[in-house]
């Protein structure tokens, strides 16, 4: 059976730099009937854990490490047994959040998350956050871009540990050259396409933000 991806929105907050914000977070199940991915365990574990069921959930992947993309990843972890993988470039943002618990894994640019058929590979995207990543599958033609590319644009770079020209590069050199028909699939929000994202790169920079 093929892999199939699953989109659940949960519900908290964003915290950094002394502001806090309510936020919706999209978190991605990539599996199939018996086992099954969660990329970005966000607020609420028990949600994240009915929506994977009676699958063995194998990996809890962070895009990155901003508290409203991880709150939930160490309970999610207890709850299933699953490791939780996160870049190493964004230990400094994951102990802002879970000081006494560390990621079980590194993610290491172009290693290959395997889940139910589908092949996750990882491309280290920073700019919103130093150990941004993106997952990309070429058999699912979709790539998961947690808060680094957006409908509409780069993720924010306004806050500590981004930085805009950085994203840009990301986003250029690593995801603009993925095939058009490409699926996003966000942090937030909703999905598009790398075509119909490309033509925009320019007024971004020119923008600025």
């Given at each position: 059976m093929a892999a199939r991806i699953e989109r659940l929105v949960t519900s908290g907050q964003f915290t950094l730099d002394g502001g806090t914000w309510d936020v919706d977070n999209n978190v991605w199940i990539v599996g199939d009937d018996?086992?099954?991915?969660?990329?970005?365990?966000?607020?609420?574990?028990?949600?994240?854990?009915a929506a994977v069921g009676d699958r063995r959930l194998t990996a809890i992947v962070c895009t990155h490490a901003h508290n409203d993309h991880i709150d939930a990843a160490p309970?999610?972890?207890?709850?299933?047994g699953a490791r939780i993988w996160l870049h190493p470039d964004d230990l400094p943002l994951w102990k802002m959040t879970h000081p006494n618990?560390?990621?079980?894994?590194?993610?290491v640019d172009g290693q290959v998350i395997e889940a139910a058929g589908a092949d996750l590979k990882i491309m280290h995207t920073p700019g919103h956050a130093p150990g941004a990543i993106c997952l990309y599958d070429p058999g699912l033609g979709v790539v998961f871009t947690g808060d680094t590319l957006f409908q509409g644009g780069p993720g924010a770079t306004g806050r500590s540990y981004s930085h805009f020209p950085t994203i840009i590069d990301s986003i250029r050199d690593r995801l603009l050259t993925l095939p058009p028909e490409t699926k996003v699939l966000t942090g937030h929000g909703d999905p598009t396409t790398i075509g119909a994202e490309a033509p925009h790169l320019q007024e971004w920079i020119a923008r600025g933000h």
């Open positions: 018996h086992e099954a991915v969660v990329i970005d365990a966000a607020h609420d574990a028990e949600a994240i854990a309970a999610l972890a207890d709850l299933t618990r560390d990621p079980d894994e590194h993610l």
